[in-house]
């Protein structure tokens, strides 16, 4: 019995999506619930397993095609077994792959190839005729192109279109390209920063934070912390409470423009960006004004973890009502954020850095940190960012205040 494999429904917000990676070749042995290729869209990336137990019988859309919803990329033969023929591949080619392999592998079309061989063989200027191919019916795969390469019997590139030879300077010679097209995640967070940039009448305010008190407060109770909650104290638990603090003072940093209505939200959703493989992704942690510290810090990170693993879903993509983004896990000092559109503002944390500052008249080594607040000024004047970053600082120089609420 032959199985469709067909795209998984894709969200409203999403119109299409690519065929990222196909983790079998036709002819493999699968099993049920196995991976079988990912579908990645503009958002998140969809695991297709198998229904059933038996051989990929069919590719219908290789990698790099852009599919619909429930369109049929792949066949499943249920319950064959690897060796068999299939519907799609001859007997006679199972039967005989070297022959097919000298025969017509010297002449193989590009569409015989999927994407990813291709390119392959194109980065390491390898003739598919060189190399041996162990899928189906002789066909290269992946791996018989890696081990190729591996085996150091790669040979010169062959010109399909005749060029004209250049003399390349001694120095230059060991200089290369590499070309790799974009994801589809990346290509929309580029759209989306070029559409924050010329949509929104962005500026940046910046101020700087002692963090000694939140840092003494970590050292005292960190252990203890753990112990009770299972999960360490970090600074993002306490920026996120400073920060749902100051909304409720600040609604206007709370807004957003829809058309020519300002929509105030009398709920604290914060997206927290994360940086992952594929791209920027901002996850949304709701109802914050709710959660206690330690409930913040097991969110953030059960969110940064689908977000390094690819698990994030939709749901948990969309939404958010102002952004926080930490460049100090990278060593930044100092940033200009971009706004997370249709959000108001967002807030950029930085590296802690021991510097000298005056105090009561005299100098003093403390960790202090530069804040940076973007904002799309048609909606928060001067004097709202202004006051919405001090009293950020105020809060973290002095956590006390966000437990006394005052």
């Given at each position: ?11 409203e917000s999403v119109a299409d999506a ?121 066909r290269i795969t992946r791996e018989d ?54 949509s929104t009448a962005m500026l940046t ?202």
């Open positions: 019995m032959t199985i469709e494999i067909l795209v998984p429904d894709l969200p690519t065929v990222a990676t196909w983790h079998k070749q036709p002819g493999d042995a699968v099993t049920r619930d196995e991976v079988l290729v990912d579908i990645e869209t503009d958002k998140v990336v969809l695991e297709v397993p198998a229904p059933e137990d038996g051989i990929l019988e069919a590719i219908i859309e290789e990698d790099g095609t852009t599919v619909l919803s429930k369109q049929l990329i792949g066949k499943i033969k249920a319950g064959a077994v690897a060796g068999e023929p299939t519907a799609d591949v001859p007997a006679e080619a199972e039967a005989s792959p070297n022959k097919r392999n000298t025969a017509s592998l010297s002449e193989e079309s590009s569409e015989a190839l999927s994407p990813a061989v291709r390119r392959l063989l194109g980065e390491h200027s390898i003739r598919a005729s060189d190399v041996k191919g162990t899928g189906v019916g002789g192109v890696e081990a190729f390469v591996k085996e150091g019997k790669a040979q010169a590139p062959v010109a399909a279109i005749p060029v004209v030879e250049a003399k390349i300077e001694a120095p230059l010679a060991h200089r290369s390209e590499k070309r790799v097209p974009m994801t589809r995640l990346r290509k929309r967070v580029a759209e989306r920063l070029l559409e924050a940039k010329n305010t910046f101020n700087e934070v002692n963090m000694k008190p939140i840092m003494d407060l970590r050292k005292q109770y960190k252990d203890i912390f753990e112990e009770r909650h299972g999960i360490r104290l970090g600074f993002m638990s306490f920026y996120v409470k400073a920060v749902v603090e100051a909304l409720k003072r600040y609604p206007e940093v709370n807004a957003s423009i829809d058309g020519d209505d300002i929509v105030y939200h009398n709920f604290f959703d914060v997206s927290i960006a994360v940086s992952t493989p594929r791209g920027l992704v901002t996850p949304v942690l709701r109802d914050c004004d709710k959660l206690s510290l330690a409930e913040i810090e097991k969110g953030i990170r059960e969110l940064a973890i689908k977000g390094r693993d690819g698990k994030l879903t939709v749901d948990e993509l969309i939404g958010g009502n102002f952004t926080i983004t930490n460049g100090g896990v990278f060593g930044s000092l100092m940033s200009t954020p971009i706004i997370n559109p249709p959000q108001s503002a967002i807030l950029g944390m930085h590296k802690i850095a021991d510097r000298p500052m005056a105090v009561d008249g005299k100098v003093e080594i403390l960790p202090m940190m530069y804040l940076a607040l973007s904002y799309d000024h048609r909606l928060v004047d001067g004097r709202e960012s202004v006051g919405y970053l001090v009293t950020i600082k105020e809060l973290l120089e002095d956590p006390t205040r966000l437990l006394l609420d005052v």
